[in-house]
């Protein structure tokens, strides 16, 4: 997700531990799929300022800031690298657009698609279908909420979504990691295959419109701290 560079303003959503309360427990709670309607309504009327961008992660609205100077190097050098590696396919590398999956949306930092996207444009024109996106990437950004979301809520909401490649680039585990998850069980909302290594080692995309690329220290820079 796009670094935070400080903690950024966040839309409540509702708890997805959220239960009808019983009879005893006062009113009854709105049905989940009621809810979820109401944040995806709620986010579709969002108007923020230039620089910020607002996603639907788990319940509840995530609006975050441009990136530190680290995070977007990253992000650019691996969008340089991704754009000569498809060059000859029918793909290609993308950023800043919604990725939409029912009533949830993402803006990851970089994802690939198909080239020729028109058919997969969400009917109201917001995004592009998750179903079409063969690999997303996010590099980790400083903080424990923006940490959570790249490695768990994100982590799941990718594999629900049937995503089937999700790269982690993590500055903040330990002196640099970089994970591929593969395999997605969209039923569980896991991957059942990971790959990680740390900066300075270098890594293959096993599968997809992406496989054969390798990320390694011309990306991420050498390992962190070593």
């Not at 498809?86 to 990851?108: C, F, G, K, Q, W």
């Not at 990971?194 to 050498?222: H, L, S, W």
Request: glycine letters at 10%.
């Amino acid at each position: 997700m796009t670094a935070l560079t400080h903690e950024a303003p966040e839309v409540t959503g509702v708890d997805e531990t959220d239960e009808d309360p019983g009879p005893h427990g006062g009113p009854q709670a709105p049905p989940r799929a009621g809810l979820d309607e109401a944040l995806w309504q709620a986010w579709k009327t969002l108007e923020l300022p230039e620089g910020f961008h607002a996603e639907i992660v788990e319940g509840s609205i995530e609006v975050s800031p441009t990136g530190r100077h680290c995070h977007g190097q990253i992000v650019n050098r691996l969008r340089d690298a991704l754009v000569f590696f498809l060059a000859e396919s029918e793909y290609a590398a993308r950023n800043d657009m919604n990725v939409i999956h029912e009533l949830t949306a993402y803006v990851p930092d970089l994802f690939v698609a198909p080239e020729d996207d028109t058919e997969h444009v969400t009917e109201d024109g917001l995004g592009l279908k998750a179903s079409c996106v063969e690999m997303v990437v996010e590099v980790v950004s400083p903080g424990h909420r923006s940490i959570e979301r790249d490695r768990v809520h994100k982590r799941r909401a990718y594999a629900r979504a049937g995503v089937p490649v999700y790269v982690l680039i993590d500055d903040h585990d330990g002196h640099g990691t970089v994970t591929v998850l593969t395999s997605p069980s969209p039923g569980e909302a896991v991957y059942a295959a990971e790959t990680r290594v740390p900066y300075g080692a270098e890594v293959a995309i096993p599968d997809g419109a992406a496989k054969g690329f390798v990320i390694g220290e011309a990306i991420t820079g050498p390992r962190r701290g070593a």
